[in-house]
Structures are given as C-alpha cells and as structure tokens.
C-alpha cells in the first residue's frame, strides 16, 4: 500500500485499482508466507519463536497448506494482471519466486540470504507504484531502497536475540554465521537510510525538501541505536533498536505522504493557472480590437 499512496498519480487512482492492488498483493503475501511454512516446518519445530505454527503442531497438513498457497497464488495474480498491469504481477510473481525459491532454501546455506530477504522485502511497495503508474522511476527506486535498507537493522537486531535458536535448527544467517558483519551491515544501513531520506528522496521528488527536515529526528535515532548495537551487542541493545525499527518504519511513511507532491493536483493547478492566462489573454486581445 505504500506504493500506492506515494505514487504521483494517486488522486487518480480509483478504489477500484486501489483494493484490486491491496487484495492482490495480500494474497501474493499469503501464498509465499505458506509457502515458507511448507518448506521449513519440519524445522520450525525447533525453534521457540516458530514451533506453535499450525504445521509444526499438527493442526494443517502440508497437503491443505500446498491448496491454500497455490489457490492464493493463482488468484492474486489474476488480480493484479487483470485489474492492475502486467507489470506489478511480474513484480508480484518475482515476489514469490525470490522469496518461496531462493531465500527460504538459502537459510539453511549462506548468510547472504539476508540480502535476497531485503530485496524480497522492498518488491511490494514497488508493486504498489507500478499499479498506479504503469511504470518504475527513480523515485520507485528510492522508494523500495528504503524498505531494503530497513530490513537491516530491523531483522538483525530480531535475529541477534535467537541466534542460539536459529544455530540450532540449522539456519546460516548472518548473526550465526559472521557476527561482525551482523554489526557492521546494521551500522551501515542506518547510514544508508539516512542518504536516502535526507537526499534520494527529495531528489527525486518521490516527496519534498520538507520531509528531509521532519525525517532527520527519526533516522537520527535509528543511527544512534545502531550504532550502539554496533558498539556494544547486547540483548538491550538489540531490543532496542528492534523496537524503533517497528515504529520507525510507520512514522517515516506517514511523513512521506503528508509532505509528498502530487502530480496530478500539480498538474490541475497547472491547468487552472494556463486557463486564467487564456482568458486574461482573450480580454486583452478584445480590448485592443476595440
């Protein structure tokens, strides 16, 4: 929904459009949620965080589970191809073989899969953009490499805590596997979205200058927090910064909208303004006939 609202073109987007995209993509969402269960439930049994599942404890059987994702799957698809464009249900379709295909598999493989999480992550606002705009720019770009960039130090700081659980199970994420870089990757992501909110954004006129003023409070925070989780590892530390990735994420999207620049209002004032000319032009062309 993110995309949606801060595409340029949303005083043009029907509700229509809007519920097709909001509906599509929940379903897509559901469908690759199902499908990670699937895969991984013989090994979310192992984990405190993922052990009560209904597949892990019996009460869905993989068989029900596989009907429930290919039907959401199918269905969601359908929407977004036929209400939307092709573009956002390729980006959807992406969305679910990234995630269903290689990230999930590549838990159990290489750290890196944190990276292929993140880009799974910030496909769907790029969705919602490409349903209102038909096309991808570089404010959508902005746009989705802020989702990529939060997904850092939010999961990083989830995952500090439980990283006997996920060694246990089996998982090669990156605080198991390489717990400086778990550090470091979450450092340089606070930094990052601090580039993309204070310059990209503005830049690009996915929202305006002032949203880099009112923004700088909040990722000043997030830089704060993971630095010190970058500094000093601990649970507090890592709950901390977990929880302001919760709340920060909200509130810079709600400071994007309320500062964003609409094309199509621009466009009308635009239009209201040439019109006013047009008319004052007439007059005075009939004053001086006269």
Known sequence: ???????????????ALFGSCVAGTALLSASACACNNIIERQFDGQMRRTQSRVLPVGRLTPNHACLFAGTTAVAGLGILCLCCNHLTSGLGFLNIALYAGVYTPMKRMHHSCTWVGAIVGAIP?????????GRLDAAACVLGGLLFSWQFPHFNALSWNLREDYKNAGYKIMCVTNEGLCRRT?????????????????????????FSAISAPLNLGMLILGWKFYSKPDSKNARLLFRYTLAYLPLLMVFMYATKKDVDVVNKKEEQKGGIIKINEQKNLRLAVI
Request: aromatic share 6%.
């Open 1 to 15: 929904m993110g995309g949606l609202v801060m595409s340029p073109t949303l005083a043009s987007v029907s509700p």
């Open 125 to 133: 606002p790029l969705m919602g953009y490409a349903a209102a705009t």
């Open 186 to 210: 979450t450092l340089r992501h606070s930094i990052i979205l601090i580039f993309l909110c204070q310059l990209a954004a503005p830049l690009t006129e996915l929202t305006t200058w002032t």
